[in-house]
């Protein structure tokens, strides 16, 4: 499994393209590599508190729900009556943990991603969907007869888009708040299958108990050919090639696993509202204080000329359009000043 040690401050800059070189080339051919320590020491625990804080609050309406019964999505997952949270894990809406320490914020525009980032989806590189996730530990017939909370599958497809731009469009990195072992709910793919014209059958293998297709799924998780377990101790992040097979194993541990997950995308794209609503708030906050941070949050980019205001900008005038996070031209093809 390709893993990879950041340099520490100061190293030398020959050395770090170095390394840079040997993660993009792992990442290319296997869709994944994990980078150790991201966060750690103080920042380290200042984002775990932070994190406490606001899965307390939220574990609150989840538990709630729960006790009123379980429900059926239309993919077939549980889900808490009358939540939107699922019945083995809840999301925490994100500006709930960025407000909270500035370390929560860094995360997201972090100086030991972003090298990597910007090698891989492209120099204007920004996050898009930001996901803070509690999955609870399973018991053990639980996880026999249903598998973890999520099948094997690709986030995205591999189509003509995706060759012909010969790079993923999107890269998502979880950074763990927790120790992750093989046992803990950990993230398990296959590697090199971000290059298969195919993606895996949801229907074989167990994960996502509940819907009509549960019958059908009389394999384990861990039957996929090739897969990997990828454990990881807090602090460190996964990040792979959104094409790349994957599924969350079964929690079977003693404590929750506590992760953020982050879509990096091109500049271009659109940002999801909680996304938007984040960066108006740190904006306004701010927060939004360095370059990279204001890119990160879609704000604007470090490198280029950019004639399009963003969301987090929006200035309140009828004549900026939302939809297309910016300024339209009054005639096409006119530039806006």
């Known amino acids: 499994m390709p893993t990879m040690s950041n340099a520490e ?8 393209m170095a390394q840079l070189a040997d993660q993009v080339a792992a990442y290319k051919r296997d869709g994944f590599i994990v980078i150790e320590d991201v966060l750690q020491g103080k920042e380290l625990t200042r984002v775990q508190a932070a994190f406490d804080k606001v899965q307390a609050r939220t574990r609150v309406d ?15 997952e549980y889900y808490a009556s009358g939540t939107w949270h699922a019945r083995k894990y809840f999301d925490i809406y994100p500006l709930h943990l960025l407000e909270q320490d500035d370390a929560a914020v860094e995360l997201i525009a972090h100086p030991r991603l972003l090298p990597f980032l910007s ?4 120099d204007d590189v920004q996050a898009t969907t930001i996901q803070l996730r509690v999955l609870e ?33 999107n890269t998502k990195v979880i950074v763990y708040l927790t120790d992750v072992g093989p046992d803990d709910g950990c993230t398990a793919c296959v590697p090199g299958s971000h290059l298969y014209e195919h993606g895996p059958d949801p229907a074989v ?22 897969m990997v377990p990828v454990t990881a101790r807090a602090g460190s992040a996964f990040l792979f090639d ?16 506590w992760c953020v997950l982050t879509l990096y995308a091109p500049f271009y794209q659109k940002q999801p509202g909680v996304t938007v609503e984040a960066a108006v708030a740190l904006e306004a906050a701010g927060q939004l204080n360095t370059p990279q941070r204001r890119q ?18 929006h200035s309140g005038d009828d004549r900026d359009d939302r939809i297309f996070k910016g300024v339209r031209p009054a005639r096409f093809g006119e530039r806006i000043q």
Do not use: I
């Open 242 to 257: 959104t094409r790349l097979w994957h599924t969350t194993l079964p929690n079977t541990g003693t404590a929750d696993r």
């Open 296 to 313: 990160l949050f879609g704000l604007e980019p470090m490198t280029g000329v950019n004639g399009f205001k963003r969301l987090a900008q």
């Open 9 to 16: 401050p100061g190293a030398d800059r020959e050395a770090a």
């Open 137 to 169: 530990p399973q018991t053990a017939a639980d996880a026999a007869e249903e598998g973890g909370y999520v099948n094997w599958h690709r986030d995205h497809s591999s189509d003509d888009a995706w060759r012909y731009l010969g790079r993923p469009l």
């Open 205 to 226: 293998y167990k994960g996502m108990g509940g819907g009509d297709d549960q019958a059908t799924k009389v394999k384990d998780q861990h039957d996929m050919p090739g």
């Open 119 to 122: 090698a891989t989806v492209g």
């Open 62 to 76: 989840w538990e709630q729900g729960r006790a009123r019964g379980k429900g059926v999505s239309e993919n077939g």
